[in-house]
C-alpha cells in the first residue's frame, strides 16, 4: 500500500514539474513577441525617434518668490558678491573712542509696493533706491524725502538724463556697478554733489575709479546681507556689517525690501548700538 502511495504523489510531482516548465516556456514566448522588434517593411529616413509633444503647465504660484518673477534677474540676489573685496581704512578712527557708523541702504523699492511703508515709516535713518525705471519714480523719491529718509537712484539701468532728473527732484545720489564708459556718462550727466556708491556687482566695475578721476564723493557697498532669502543668512552677514565697521568706522549695508530683512535690521540695530555702531543716514557716514 505505501509503495503505491509512493508512485501515485511521485507522478503527481512530475505531472506538476512539466506543467510549470510548459507554462513558464509559453509565458516567456508571448512576452518575448511583444519585447522583440518587427521588421518594417518601410525604413524610417532618419531612424530618429519621434519629437517630444509639448505640454503646457498651468502655474499655480504667486507673489514675489513665484514662478511670475523666476525671470526677473536681481544683481543683488548672488551671494557670491555678499561682502566686496577691497581693502578698507581707518583713518580718523579710533575704536576705543569712537562708534562705529553703518549705512543702510534698500533696493528694489518699486517692486515693494505696500510692503515699503514700513522702511519708510522705520524710525531708523535708512536710505532708499529708486530706479528710473519704477512707475512714478519722482513721486516715490519725493515721499521717501518728505519722510525723513534719504532717496538715491540705483543707475545701473536707465538714461544719465533721467537719472539726474531723479536727483534734481530730490534724490541725494546713486548707487550702480557699471563699466567705464557707462560710469563716465552717468557721471558727467549727473549733479557733481552727488554720492556716488559703488555697489561693487561686477568684474568690468568702474564707477569707483571714474568717480575717484572726477572728484567725487565716493562709497563702496561692503555687505549685501540677504542675497539668500533665509533669517539666519541675513543675521550672519549683518554681524559681518558689524565687524567692518568696528574694525574701520564705516560699513555700508545693501537689503532687499523684504519684511524679512527689515525685522533683521530692527534688530541689528539695537545689538549693534550695544556694541558700539550706530545705524546712520547715507549723507551722514563722512561727519
Known sequence: ??????????????????????????GRSIGSAGALPVAEGKKSDDGLPAPIRQRLVRRSLFGAHSLDAAGAFDPYGDPELGVTVRSRSAVGYDPRTDRAKIAVIVIDTGSAGPGLDMFTRSPLPLTLAVAPTDDDAGSAVQSIEAAGKTAVVDASAGSPARIAALIHAGARGVIASLDEQRAGALLRGIDRNALVVDAALSEDDAIGSTARALHRQLYTRDVIADGRDDGAYVDFMLRDALAIAQRTGTAIVAVHARAQSFDAITRFADRASRDGADIVALTDLAR
Open 1 to 26: 500500500m505505501r509503495g503505491v502511495s509512493t508512485a501515485f504523489w511521485s507522478i503527481v510531482l512530475i505531472g506538476s514539474t512539466v506543467s510549470i516548465g510548459a507554462g513558464f516556456v509559453g
